[in-house]
């Protein structure tokens, strides 16, 4: 990481950059990897609020490893959750097989939620013309509107998600993110760049948040804190135990995600998002810095694929080659110059300022 990379980065006087302090701040405050008596408590807690139901935690499956290995660990560790995947209708057909055979092959019950396709493709393109960095926001959005949805259907108060510090700790770049909650700024969005209602999409605002976590008290579970976790070694235990196929980048089971992320944000807002997931694996010691620049010497994706995706988005929007051209050359704006939620920014971000100090929930 640089200014080049990041404006708004930031060198204290012995050369450590505001994001590597960060991370440091996160890895003191979440539970202890390794601590079996904490997990352990987590784990009876979850299985004690499960009793008598069908279910003890709905757990949040993408295909990726993050979230494939929390599969695992929830089958390892003996609970009992509903397997849910979101479908915005741009997997990589080795997501659905990777969901597919780790389901099957753990024995869990399974929810595959497909979104309204006409509706969200008019989403996404209203996000496309914004012209934002953080246009993947809304499938965020989504998948935790869907997960919260799916808890308080089942009387459940625990999600299980494959976030985690160790290896998405590090980076944040304000240019490039928006709070993915923030359900005002995403209706304002598709208001003015949209041409049909947003009549099933499963938005959660700020009372929809209050009441999952405050009225029902669910609480949102970052099992992979909680272990030892490396990643190259979960890919290993999942390829033999489950037959799970790497995509080779992060969050590349998503068409549309990997388009974003090795298309429009290197070439539009000049952020390669490999900088990011690299520098976090490098605080975290699962690669090496010179590692890190040999694998950014590359492209962020192979051109024959890039050009496979370049054409299904195309196709999939209706839009010819000088029309995403026209897109791309038109000037970026800040998040800020559309409406936003104030007041839920404000307490994600106090939110996210006592998990660094005090303890990560």
């Known amino acids: 990481m640089d200014n080049a990379s990041d404006g708004d980065i930031q ?3 012995n050369g450590v950059c505001n994001h590597c302090a960060r ?4 890895m003191k405050s979440v539970v202890s990897a390794g601590d079996e008596s904490k997990l352990n ?4 807690a979850i299985k004690s609020s499960g009793r008598g139901k069908k279910y003890d935690s709905i757990l949040g499956i993408s295909g990726g490893t993050d979230s494939t290995y929390v599969a695992y660990l929830a089958k390892q560790l003996g609970l009992r959750p509903l397997a849910v995947s979101v479908d915005n209708g741009w997997d990589d057909p080795r997501a659905q097989s990777n969901v597919k055979n780790a389901v099957e092959k753990l024995g869990f019950d399974f929810c595959h ?6 509706e969200f493709k008019d989403l996404q ?15 965020n959005h989504a998948i935790l509107g869907v997960l919260f949805r799916k808890a308080g259907e089942h009387g459940v108060k625990y999600i299980l998600s494959g976030s985690n510090v160790v290896t998405e700790g ?9 709070d993915k909650n923030d359900l005002t700024h995403i209706k304002a969005i598709h208001r003015k760049f949209g041409t049909r209602k947003l009549r099933t999409f499963p938005g959660l605002g700020l009372w929809g948040i209050l009441y999952y ?8 579970v970052h099992l992979l804190d909680y272990v030892p976790y490396v990643k190259s070694q979960a890919q290993q235990i999942l390829a033999r135990e489950a037959g799970w196929q790497d995509y080779g980048g992060k969050h590349h089971e998503s068409i549309w995600t990997r388009f974003y992320q090795t298309y429009i944000l290197p070439r539009k807002f000049g ?6 997931h690299l520098s976090t694996l490098i605080n975290s010691g699962q690669v090496t810095r010179a590692e890190a620049l040999k694998e950014m010497e590359g492209p962020p994706c192979p051109p024959e694929l890039l050009e496979q995706d370049k054409k299904t988005v195309l196709e999939k929007f209706g839009l010819t080659a000088e029309e995403l051209e026209e897109i791309m050359n038109a000037p970026p704006k800040s998040h800020y110059e559309y409406k936003t939620g104030t007041a839920w920014i404000l307490l994600r971000r106090l939110h996210r300022w006592l998990r660094e100090r005090k303890g990560g929930v």
């Open 11 to 13: 060198f204290d006087a």
């Open 213 to 220: 976590y405050g009225i029902k008290r669910i609480k949102y």
């Open 170 to 178: 590090g980076v944040i770049v304000q240019a490039t993110c928006h």
């Open 271 to 276: 952020f390669d998002k490999r900088r990011a």
């Open 23 to 26: 991370y440091d701040r996160l």
């Open 125 to 139: 393109l209203a996000f496309l013309k914004s012209p934002l960095a953080a246009i993947d926001m809304k499938t």
């Open 113 to 118: 939620y497909v979104l309204d396709a006409e």
């Open 41 to 44: 408590e987590l784990v009876e």
